[in-house]
């Protein structure tokens, strides 16, 4: 016998208990479907994004002239860009090796930190002896970023990361793409370094530098 079988013979009162029951099972069907939403899930995907790669300047030959001084060097780098990437929205991606790579919400962002990451590098070396100084490099590229695994790939990140080659130790290397969004929102000026050949990347690309 059917629960609709059933139904007909149950008084008023149960009829109503009954429809109260049937209403609540479906709100909660209702609710959990809402839950299983693969934005809920995930954010996975495919989004506009700024993209910064950092790499400290003669870390590999340091390691193997005095691989502690190293290490201890590396540490204090990690701890003061942390908490500058926090400061402008910036997302840790991962490190790789000595460098950061990071995701930002906005080019200008990207830059702003960028900046402030070299003020922190120079003033901790004006408290430091010669052989525990570093200079670092950064990269920004600005596109479509996908995101899987709690990783960034694409072109943009690709591009991002074959920018650091054209610093000078202390200074940012930018795309045009990001230049044309923050040249006029900053004070200081942009340097055009001109149109360069990347790694696997089809067509030559215009860079500019900003110098801390």
């Not at 839950?35 to 993209?51: C, H, M, N, W, Y």
């Not at 926090?86 to 080019?107: C, H, L």
């Not at 149109?195 to 990347?201: S, T, Y």
């Amino acid at each position: 016998m059917g629960v609709s079988d059933k139904s007909d013979r149950l008084t008023t009162g149960e009829k109503s208990l009954l429809d109260r029951w049937r209403s609540s099972s479906k709100s909660a069907e209702q609710d959990a479907q809402l839950v299983v939403t693969p934005e809920a899930q995930s954010k996975e995907g495919r989004r506009l994004a700024a993209v910064m790669f950092t790499d400290m300047v003669g870390y590999t030959a340091l390691t193997q002239r005095d691989e502690a001084l190293a290490l201890e060097i590396l540490e204090d780098h990690r701890s003061l860009v942390r908490p500058l990437l926090r400061r402008y929205s910036g997302r840790e991606i991962k490190t790789v090796g000595d460098g950061f790579i990071v995701e930002f919400p906005s080019a200008l962002e990207a830059v702003q930190c960028s900046l402030a990451i070299q003020l922190a590098v120079s003033n901790y070396n004006s408290n430091r002896s010669p052989e525990k100084r570093f200079n670092i490099r950064i990269g920004i590229h600005v596109g479509d970023v996908i995101h899987k695994d709690k990783d960034v790939y694409g072109d943009t990140v690709n591009i991002a990361s074959r920018l650091t080659p054209f610093c000078v130790p202390g200074s940012v290397c930018v795309t045009e793409q990001v230049h044309l969004q923050v040249r006029n929102k900053l004070d200081k000026p942009f340097v055009k370094i001109g149109r360069r050949k990347l790694k696997n990347v089809e067509a030559p690309l215009l860079l500019y530098t900003l110098k801390f």
